[in-house]
């Protein structure tokens, strides 16, 4: 059975760097599948940030320029880093899966809130 | 960025009734819509995908339908498990975008 599971700090100061890893047991990632990170906060609803592909290519969406999204296959994990964050970043962060670049998510980690506040 | 905008944002019915949900897209994003199911404190669950198809292990009491700008998610006998938020998605444009939601709520 294939799950992802995010993991990270849970509170990060505003103008620093969020950092979150999603570990993917029972797949092998460097094998096929888009592998994504989404994004829900009251204000915004579910917004997807961006996707890699097993071979390491990216797809960022309106975060583009703060956000890198990158893949350890060694370790089965690929993790997502959003800089300069502010309040407006607050927000329950899932990882998830896709078979396309501009894909349906059709597995999902169970989220991690992840509060930016002083 | 199409922007999808799904309405009721509430629904009140009752456990046996009918559910219709309707998502509007700006722009035609031909068939290539899905439809989630979240309830609180879970993960989204994709339940429809290419706006009629069914996922895995999805009950036939969901169906969806749809093509281009208008697209609805039926629920033919609500069970009790079923009121919860949806929401639909685009994949059709870059980037892939998601309506606001509906909430269906036990009446």
């Known amino acids: 059975q294939v799950q992802l599971q995010e993991s990270g700090p849970g509170l990060v100061k505003p103008s620093e760097t969020l950092s979150l890893t999603c570990s993917v047991s029972?797949?092998?990632?460097?094998?096929?599948?888009?592998w994504g990170w989404i994004r829900q906060s009251p204000g915004k609803g579910l917004e997807w940030i961006g996707s890699i592909y097993h071979t390491g290519g990216t797809n960022i969406t309106s975060l583009k320029g703060r956000v890198t999204i990158s893949i350890d296959s060694s370790k089965n994990q690929f993790s997502l880093k959003l800089t300069s964050v502010t309040a407006a970043d607050t927000a329950v962060f899932y990882c998830?899966?896709?078979?396309?670049?501009?894909?349906?998510?059709?597995?999902w980690g169970r989220g991690t809130l992840v509060t930016v506040s002083s | 960025e199409i922007v999808l905008t799904q309405s009721p944002a509430t629904l009140s019915l009752s456990p046996g009734e009918r559910a219709t949900l309707s998502c509007r897209a700006s722009q035609s994003v031909s068939s290539y819509l899905a439809w989630y199911q979240q309830k609180p404190g879970q993960t989204p669950r994709l339940l429809i995908y290419?706006?009629?198809k069914r996922a895995t292990g999805i009950p036939a009491r969901f169906s969806g339908s749809g093509s281009g700008t208008d697209f609805t998610l039926t629920i033919s006998s609500l069970e009790p498990e079923d009121f919860a938020v949806y929401y639909c998605?685009?994949?059709?444009?870059?980037?892939?975008?998601f309506g606001q939601g509906t909430k269906l709520e036990i009446k």
């Open positions: 998830a899966r896709s078979r396309s670049s501009i894909g349906y998510f059709d597995l």
């Open positions: 998605q685009q994949r059709s444009n870059w980037p892939g975008t």
């Open positions: 029972g797949y092998s990632i460097s094998t096929d599948y888009y």
């Open positions: 290419d706006a009629s």
